[in-house]
């Protein structure tokens, strides 16, 4: 029997050639992934409805419906929370798999949270992915490790017009105690909220929630 041997090599040859293979997936994929989701996801206002995403390690499915069940009693007048998993890393495979659903979320505007790596937080930052978080961190000193926040530069355009502005855009979770035992790895991660998020209100008590270990305070 003939077997391919892969290697790294050999997959990013591959993905120089085909890399419109791949985008034209993607681009399938997101309208295809809003066609379902607007046929047959419930119709949830939307300041009623939160999503937090958790990228990179794998997270114990017990510990994000927990989460996602706290959160509704600490928020009463929220009908739906969501903590979903992309995982990161691990064989070519997986990785792949995984940052192709981070796109077509990305693609889609799904979410309202969402907390990475430093270096992945750092990619979608400087592209305007995230709202700034200036007045909120002068709100919560006592809730966020200064030593860690860094502040980011981010484009974005108004009509013809671009605009380059340097604000902080994501908190640092080290030392944040509410991921213990879950599986996620808090250390070097970054949360953020989404520019197209359409609940920020909420999103930002849910930020602080996160930060005071899920409690309100």
């Known amino acids: 029997m003939y077997r391919v ?125 995230f709202v700034p978080l200036d007045d909120f961190i002068n709100e919560n000193k006592d809730l966020i490790n200064h030593g860690k926040l860094e502040k980011h530069k981010a484009t974005y355009s108004e009509g013809e017009t671009e605009i380059t502005e340097e604000h902080y855009y994501g908190i640092p979770l080290d030392g944040i105690k509410l991921f213990e035992n879950s599986g996620y790895d808090v250390s070097g991660k970054v949360a953020g909220i989404m520019v197209y998020s359409k609940n920020q209100d909420t999103a930002f008590n849910v930020l602080k929630w996160i930060l005071n270990d899920g409690q309100l305070k």
């Not at 090599?9 to 591959?14: L, S, Y």
């Not at 009623?48 to 928020?75: C, T």
């Not at 998993?85 to 077509?104: A, C, F, S, T, W």
């Not at 505007?109 to 990475?116: E, H, L, M, N, S």
């Open 5 to 129: 041997k892969l290697s790294r090599e050999r997959v990013r040859n591959h993905i120089q050639y085909d890399w419109w293979k791949y985008l034209a997936g993607i681009l399938i994929t997101i309208f295809l992934w809003n066609m379902i989701t607007t046929i047959t996801s419930p119709k949830t206002p939307a300041d009623k409805k939160l999503e937090i995403f958790l990228v990179g390690d794998y997270v114990l499915g017990e510990f994000m419906e927990n989460m996602s069940n706290d959160i509704l009693g600490d928020f009463p007048h929220l009908m739906e929370v969501n903590v979903i998993n992309i995982p990161l890393g691990g064989d070519m495979e997986m990785d792949y798999m995984g940052r192709q659903k981070l796109l077509v979320m990305f693609g889609s505007q799904t979410g309202d949270i969402y907390i990475f790596s430093k270096d992945e937080f750092e990619n979608f930052a400087v592209q305007g992915a």
